[in-house]
């Protein structure tokens, strides 16, 4: 069933069913009664994470996808084209634009109406820059929110007088922030003492830093108390709502009370996937430098996810040794298995 704002979905030969309300981003993936819980979605990712760009004015040193200014490379419109055809008959639910800085894409505007056309909900993950009324105006209308990735050096007035830009607009808002080791005492002041701007934010998004990139694992968080403190405080927090990436899950079990039903772990080559501005598909964004891809240009998007040997072996790839004992394993899978220094166990 999909009327534009409700989708429901049944898969019987894997026994389970999801049910999406693309105006909340509400989503349940319920198994049938007497079956256990799936381990992928064979027909296809429910989300696929595509940067359309590698542009990023700001070049930060700590950027994994390395964008800059200088040598870049836009996806094509017919390449957005034929990503958002497979995916919508894969059965593809969400799509979030990246980059680089996605909104700076020349086409960024078409390539919203279009993923929406075929029925699926955009959203895009901003670091503020080339926010135009068109593109807000947008944003409004077709995509289920949008995220601004917030860091330091921090400007309070800046990113209050952002925020209250894009809400003007009608559009749900989220930060992302880096989980690292300079910025986990702000973090953390922030879940104690939320600034006023924070009231206009849906809610605030952390992310595990993994060390790739030009700072590698400088900024790795090592201190156990500051990292146990952080997640003290954002259990106890009921000012702003909070949410966090797969790859936190250790974390979010050993420190914090959260029901089971409502944690995920890693979903890479299971229900998520990776699409550059290259046309590579990866079960994980930050296994660009391993290889570990498939070609679009040669390949359907449906096959690499079915029968790539890399999207296999990730989805069948056994728990890790030193998990095997650990009574939340079962929980967490095992954390993340590309970089075994980001688990907080």
């Known amino acids: 069933m999909m009327d534009g704002k409700l989708i429901e979905r049944n898969y019987p030969a894997q026994h389970y069913r999801t049910l999406f309300d693309q105006r909340s981003g509400f989503f349940v993936r319920k198994e049938d009664e007497g079956f256990p819980e799936p381990i992928w979605a064979a027909d296809g990712p429910e989300l696929i994470d595509l940067s359309i760009t590698s542009y990023c004015q700001r070049e930060c040193s700590f950027c994994y996808r390395g964008a ?111 989980l690292r080791n300079d910025y986990i005492d ?19 998004i952390f992310l595990n830093y993994k060390p790739i990139g030009k700072d590698g694992d400088s900024l790795l968080l090592r201190d156990k108390e500051k990292i146990e403190r952080f997640f003290s405080a954002a259990n106890n927090c009921h000012a702003v709502n909070i949410g966090f990436d797969s790859c936190s899950i250790s974390g979010i079990v050993k420190w ?29 964004s930050f296994m660009v430098d391993k290889g570990y891809c498939g070609d679009l240009r040669k390949e359907s998007l449906r096959d690499i996810w079915q029968k790539n040997e890399h999207f296999v072996r990730f989805r069948e790839n056994a728990l890790p040794a030193r998990c095997e004992s650990c009574d939340i394993s ?6 993340c298995r590309l970089f075994e220094e980001i688990n907080f166990c």
């Open 68 to 178: 800059n200014s200088n040598f870049y490379k836009h996806l094509s419109m017919n390449e957005v084209r034929s990503v958002i055809e497979q995916a919508a008959k894969c059965g593809t639910l969400q799509i979030a634009l990246g980059g680089g800085n996605p909104n700076q894409h020349p086409e960024f505007v078409e390539i919203l109406r279009l993923i929406r056309e075929y029925g699926i909900v955009p959203s895009y993950t901003t670091n503020g820059d080339g926010l135009t009324d068109e593109v807000l105006q947008t944003t409004a209308e077709y995509c289920g929110a949008m995220a601004v990735s917030v860091y330091p050096p921090f400007d309070e007035k800046f990113y209050g007088q952002l925020i209250l830009q894009i809400t003007s607009y009608g559009i749900k808002v989220n930060l992302h922030a880096l």
């Open 186 to 204: 702000l973090w953390t002041q922030w879940l104690l003492e939320p600034p006023a701007f924070l009231e206009n934010v849906n809610a605030i």
């Open 330 to 335: 079962g929980v967490c899978n095992g954390g």
């Open 256 to 284: 914090m009370d959260v029901p089971v039903i409502l944690i995920e772990s890693c979903e890479a080559a299971r229900f998520s996937v990776f699409i550059n501005e290259d046309m590579k598909m990866y079960p994980c």
